[in-house]
């Protein structure tokens, strides 16, 4: 089983896991830290970056090209670092969505530079106190934010949506400009636009630092208040009965227990440890084949799965108080996706959504909806 605090300290992760469905064996696609594993959520890809500043955060492929192994900012992102930035060539789920004209979105915290928090903070350097750093957390984390890496799906000025009723669509007037929209938003519009009655198809939500679960600026408590507020107002919302909430994380620097895993990819750049040796991630029975870049070659870099992660199916179709043992990915999260509003079309260039195993059986389309549980 998946250990984590008890349920007396994290109430709401442990009810929502006795309520509805979670999984006991799901993983990061790759080893890594949170960008990759923010980048494997939405593509099932790190291959096929491009250095814009620095280079510390990616290995070369063995193919003439770049995996992305660590954490660095998006390129060009106007709250990112000086000294770290990539940017990725391959597709991303955003470009299926936009190509089937479904709404969907980005919700970052701390992405509207306009907001002013209560501490007088505001732009990139706004920030939120928190309790247990003792002084204040940044809520907007550049490396966090997945779309940002990709030119098609990236709001480099962070421009806002036209309107409420535009959160979720593409933008006639600004996303063939120099300032785009892409669908990428601060948290607080995904509650403004659902409030409004703009519930976009599908979401990605990232809380601000201070609720991000992420040691070393958030804690479970932290995180389990924006988690538990997020539930609780979609439970209210009428669309509730049509709703799935996946709960997952982007590495294994997390508050919970890291089950080992063999590799299914292997890997054999000098960053590469876990088959025992310096340049070797490989199965030790042989069992491990070379990942595959966004050009069809056999690359370097994707060495995975990594270490285990939590990841729980909140929604009146998951089955109650169950306990998945089906391996999955994040890049599992991808493929749900393109299964329920795309016909099953995968991104291809080589991404594990392919590859990874569907998180279906963890609901139950048949149950009666007509009073949802909460």
């Known amino acids: ?14 009810n929502y896991a006795q309520h509805f469905a979670m999984s006991q064996n799901a993983y990061t696609d790759t080893y890594g830290p949170s960008t990759p594993g923010a980048i494997a959520v939405i593509s099932g890809q790190n291959n096929g970056a491009v250095n814009v500043v620095g280079s510390g955060s990616t290995v070369p492929d063995n193919a003439g090209g770049l995996s992305l192994i660590g954490d660095t900012d998006p390129g060009h992102d106007v709250c990112s670092s000086q ?5 990725l060539t391959s597709k991303n789920i955003g470009d299926l969505l936009n190509a089937a004209n479904i709404t969907w979105g980005g919700f970052m915290g ?20 928190s309790t247990l750093l003792g002084i204040p957390d940044p809520d907007y984390v550049p490396h966090h934010a997945w779309f940002q890496y990709y030119t098609s799906t990236a709001n480099p000025t962070h421009q806002r949506p036209t309107s409420l009723a535009m959160v979720g669509s593409t933008e ?3 996303d063939n400009t120099a300032t785009p929209v892409h669908h990428q938003y601060d948290t607080d519009d995904f509650f403004a636009a659902v409030s409004s009655g703009n519930f ?7 809380a601000p630092a201070l609720g991000d679960g992420h040691p070393g600026n958030s804690d479970p408590l932290d995180e389990q208040q924006f988690i538990v507020n997020t539930v609780n107002f979609l439970q209210q919302q009428p669309d509730w009965k049509n709703t799935a909430v996946i709960v997952t994380y982007d590495d294994s620097d997390g508050w919970y227990d890291h089950r080992f895993q063999k590799p ?9 440890f876990v088959g025992g040796a310096q340049g070797n991630c490989s199965a030790t029975d042989g069992s491990s084949g070379p990942g595959i870049g966004v050009n069809g070659a056999t690359v370097n870099g994707r060495c995975g799965p990594g270490t285990r992660i939590p990841f729980i199916v909140i929604s009146p179709f998951a089955k109650a108080n169950f306990v998945d043992d089906v391996q999955i990915n994040q890049s599992s999260v991808t493929k749900f996706i393109e299964d329920n509003w795309l016909n099953g079309t995968r991104i291809g260039q080589g991404s594990n959504d392919a590859a990874d195993n569907s998180i279906m059986s963890m609901f139950d389309f048949t149950q009666d909806v007509s009073k949802p549980r909460t």
């Not at 976009?200 to 990232?206: D, E």
């Open 264 to 272: 299914t990819t292997s890997s054999f750049s000098t960053s590469d």
């Open 83 to 87: 000294t770290s930035q990539v940017m």
């Open 200 to 206: 976009p198809s599908v979401s990605f939500l990232k």
């Open 1 to 14: 089983m998946l250990g984590f605090f008890d349920g007396n300290t994290v109430t709401g992760l442990w």
């Open 172 to 174: 006639p007037t600004l």
């Open 110 to 129: 701390g992405f509207n530079l306009q907001t002013m928090n209560e501490n007088g903070s505001t732009g990139c350097t706004r920030s939120t106190f």
